[in-house]
């Protein structure tokens, strides 16, 4: 069980935390990728050049062609990074059942997967947003991962007698990943009008109180209750 954990942790950090190496620690094609990933978080693919990235990442602008052969090679080794990151977050915090997670009801959501194991810098949330907002192939894919993952948490929940699965579960699957997806997008909003990033440790503790509260009571339930 030990060595099963010790890999599980390193495939993580492998996966998610190449923010947290410095650029000389780093090879010069995941350089490019990771440049390339904050770049297109902020401005979109679209507004982003093979220039821009290549000043990013220090390198010179054929070492990208060599690489990823075209700026749409690129935008692919991007997606394909950030599904591999979602799919290694959520299939660890479901494992888990919320063990660690920072919700009072325990209950493991991607807003859990970002705020416990991703770096606070991490652009993989903001690529997220602009994924799913923008649409596309890779928007649709991830919108019916992130469904599929919604859903078999309820199972979950259900089969632990935490919730009930209501009179229609596509639905109530579809509601509790929405819930998190409007935090994802909308994120830099809600820390203008909240006073802190929703996704880090205060701002999940605070979120988190208020959304099972309303869960458990409604929005009729007295303040403070357990």
Same mark, same amino acid.
């Given at each position: 069980?030990?060595?099963?954990?010790?890999?599980?942790?390193? =495939?993580?950090?492998?996966?998610?935390?190449?923010?947290? @190496?410095? &650029?000389?620690? $780093?090879?010069? $094609?995941?350089?490019?990728?990771?440049?390339? %990933?904050?770049?297109?978080?902020? $401005?979109?693919?679209?507004?982003?050049?093979?220039?821009?990235?290549?000043?990013?990442?220090?390198? /010179? &602008?054929?070492?990208?062609?060599?690489?990823?052969?075209?700026?749409?090679?690129?935008?692919?080794?991007?997606?394909?990074?950030?599904?591999?990151?979602?799919?290694?977050?959520?299939?660890?915090?479901?494992? =888990?059942?919320?063990?660690?997670?920072? =919700?009072?009801?325990?209950?493991?959501?991607?807003?859990?997967?970002?705020? %416990?194991?991703?770096?606070?810098? /991490?652009?993989? &949330?903001?690529?997220?947003?602009?994924?799913?907002?923008?649409?596309?192939?890779?928007?649709?894919?991830?919108?019916?991962? @992130?469904?599929?993952?919604?859903?078999?948490? %309820?199972?979950?929940?259900?089969?632990?007698?935490?919730?009930?699965?209501?009179?229609?579960?596509?639905?109530?699957?579809?509601?509790?990943?929405?819930?998190?997806?409007?935090?994802?997008?909308?994120? $830099?909003? @809600?820390?203008?009008?909240?006073?802190?990033?929703?996704?880090?440790?205060?701002?999940? /503790?605070?979120?988190?109180?208020?959304?099972?509260?309303?869960?458990?009571?409604?929005?009729?339930?007295?303040?403070?209750?357990?």
């Amino acid at each position: 069980m030990k060595a099963v954990a010790l890999s599980d942790a390193k =495939q993580t950090f492998t996966i998610v935390n190449v923010g947290l @190496l410095t &650029p000389d620690d $780093r090879t010069a $094609r995941a350089r490019i990728r990771d440049e390339a %990933l904050r770049l297109f978080a902020e $401005r979109g693919p679209d507004a982003v050049t093979m220039r821009d990235i290549a000043a990013a990442a220090d390198v /010179s &602008p054929a070492l990208l062609i060599r690489h990823y052969g075209s700026k749409d090679g690129l935008v692919e080794a991007v997606d394909n990074h950030v599904l591999s990151a979602l799919e290694a977050l959520l299939n660890k915090v479901t494992r =888990q059942g919320g063990d660690n997670g920072l =919700q009072p009801a325990g209950v493991p959501t991607m807003l859990d997967a970002f705020a %416990l194991y991703l770096p606070p810098d /991490s652009a993989i &949330p903001d690529y997220l947003g602009r994924m799913l907002i923008t649409g596309g192939v890779v928007g649709s894919a991830l919108f019916a991962r @992130l469904y599929a993952i919604s859903k078999d948490a %309820l199972g979950s929940m259900v089969a632990a007698g935490a919730a009930e699965a209501g009179d229609d579960p596509a639905v109530r699957a579809a509601f509790l990943m929405v819930n998190d997806l409007a935090v994802l997008t909308l994120r $830099r909003h @809600l820390a203008e009008v909240l006073g802190v990033d929703p996704l880090s440790t205060a701002g999940m /503790s605070r979120w988190a109180t208020e959304v099972f509260a309303i869960y458990r009571d409604g929005l009729t339930g007295s303040s403070g209750s357990t």
